[in-house]
Nanobody, 125 residues
Framework: QVQLVESGGGSVQAGGSLRLSCAAS????????MGWFRQAPGKEREFAAA???????????YYADSVKGRFTIYRDNAKNTVYLQMNSLKPEDTALYYC???????????????WGQGTQVTVSS
């Protein structure tokens, strides 16, 4: 069973930066798609960023338009950890951020298979 534990959330002023971490245990996730999602109060959970394995040591990154150019997703397979570097934070980035993992056998566009408990990010103006 895969377990995902997020950390790195906190409170920051607009324009600031945070780095979220998602540590995985139970299985090596180097071939899994890894994603970050977020849910603001009163809103549905939304996609923020993802990294997918393309074979060998090649990974692709995808971003929601709302975070493109400000957030960077990357992974350290030696630590079985995925990160989300968030720069130029805005108040509208305030949300509970979740890490998720998708099995390599899940078809593209399918649901993620494992989820963390979330870490809160609060951006004040």
């Amino acid at each position: 069973q895969v377990q995902l534990v997020e950390s790195g959330g906190g409170s920051v002023q607009a324009g600031g930066s945070l780095r979220l971490s998602c540590a995985a245990s139970g299985r090596t996730l180097s071939s899994y798609a890894m994603g970050w999602f977020r849910q603001a109060p009163g809103k549905e959970r939304e996609f923020a960023a993802a990294t997918t394995w393309a074979g060998g040591s090649t990974y692709y990154a995808y971003y929601a338009d709302s975070v493109k150019g400000r957030f960077t997703i990357y992974r350290d397979n030696a630590k079985n950890t995925v990160y989300l570097q968030m720069n130029s934070l805005k108040p509208e980035d305030t949300a509970l951020y979740y890490c998720a993992a998708q099995k390599p056998t899940t078809p593209p566009g399918g649901d993620y298979d494992y989820w963390g408990q979330g870490t809160q990010v609060t951006v004040s103006s």
